[in-house]
Nanobody, 126 residues
Framework: QVQLVESGGGLVQAGGSLRLSCAVS????????MAWFRRAPGKERELVAAISRNNITTYYADPVKGRFTISRDNAKNMVPLQMNSLKPEDTATYYC???????????????????WGQGTQVTVSS
């Protein structure tokens, strides 16, 4: 059973940084494309960033381009999300997700991801 556990959330002032981590167990990370999603209060869950199995392809949602960086360490089964220049509108619960995919693909659809973590809260104060 694949399990994903997020960590690193918290409260930060606007302009600050946080580094989220997703620890993957019960499966080999290199089998999966990985992604971070978020859900803000009163809004639908949305894709933040995705990365392909082979670490070649990444995707970023427009609101986070240039500020967030997704990476992966297949040896350590970890997927960090570095978040810089945080804004109040980044406040949300952030979820890690894993899904089988062709090596070079970083799927953008939620339906492509089979496994989900419980989420970690990020709050950005103005």
């Amino acid at each position: 059973q694949v399990q994903l556990v997020e960590s690193g959330g918290g409260l930060v002032q606007a302009g600050g940084s946080l580094r989220l981590s997703c620890a993957v167990s019960g499966g080999t990370l290199i089998r999966f494309a990985m992604a971070w999603f978020r859900r803000a209060p009163g809004k639908e869950r949305e894709l933040v960033a995705a990365i392909s199995r082979n670490n070649i392809t990444t995707y970023y949602a427009d609101p986070v381009k240039g500020r967030f960086t997704i990476s992966r360490d297949n040896a350590k089964n970890m997927v960090p999300l570095q978040m810089n220049s945080l804004k109040p509108e980044d406040t949300a619960t952030y979820y890690c997700a894993a899904g089988p995919a062709v090596a070079g693909r970083a799927p953008t659809s939620q339906s492509a991801y089979s496994y989900w973590g419980q989420g970690t809260q990020v709050t950005v104060s103005s």
